[in-house]
C-alpha cells in the first residue's frame, strides 16, 4: 500500500480528536503509525527484513522517545542517530525514504490527533527527518 492509496476508513476519525498530549495518547498514535507502516512495500522491509525490529521491544522505546521529545519525559536515553547510522550501513537510505517516513508519520497524525502537542510533533518529526537524511546522506 502506497502513502497515496491509503484511504481512512469513513466515520473512522472521531470529531473531537485528542492531542498528543500524554503518554497514552503517543503510544495510541505509535501503534497506529507502525501499523500503517508495517502494511508498506518500501518500509515495511526496511523495519522488518534490515533493522529486524522486535516490536514488542521496538515501540515502547519509540513511545519513550516522543514522551521525551513531547512531554519532557526522561525515559529515554539511547543515542537515536547511531542506531540509524548502525541501520544505514546495512541499507542505505534514502530521501525517498525519509519522505516516505514523514508523510506516514503526518498523515497518521492529522486524522486520528488534533491540537498543540499534535502540530508540534509533526515539526519535530520534519525536523528528524530532515537532519536523519542531511547526516545519513
Same mark, same amino acid.
Given at each position: 500500500m502506497s502513502v497515496a492509496e491509503w484511504k481512512p476508513a469513513e466515520g473512522s476519525a472521531s470529531p473531537g480528536k485528542p492531542d498528543l498530549d500524554s503518554r497514552a495518547h503517543i503510544e495510541d498514535f505509535v501503534q497506529r503509525f507502525y501499523a500503517r507502516m508495517l502494511r508498506d512495500e518500501v518500509l515495511a522491509p526496511i523495519f522488518v527484513h534490515v533493522a529486524e525490529i %522486535?516490536? %514488542?521491544v521496538h515501540l515502547p522505546h519509540i513511545v +519513550?522517545?516522543?514522551?521525551k521529545l513531547l512531554l519532557g519525559e526522561q525515559h529515554y536515553q539511547r543515542h537515536t542517530m547511531n542506531i540509524h547510522r548502525r541501520l +544505514?550501513?546495512?541499507r542505505t537510505l534514502h530521501s525517498s525514504d525519509f519522505a516516505r517516513w514523514l508523510e506516514f508519520f503526518t498523515t497518521t497524525a492529522d486524522f486520528h490527533f488534533a491540537?498543540?502537542?499534535?502540530?508540534r510533533a509533526k515539526r519535530i518529526a520534519a525536523t528528524i527527518a530532515a537532519n536523519?537524511?542531511?547526516s545519513l546522506g
Open positions: %522486535d516490536l %514488542d +519513550n522517545y516522543w514522551c +544505514n550501513a546495512r491540537g498543540e502537542h499534535t502540530e536523519m537524511e542531511k
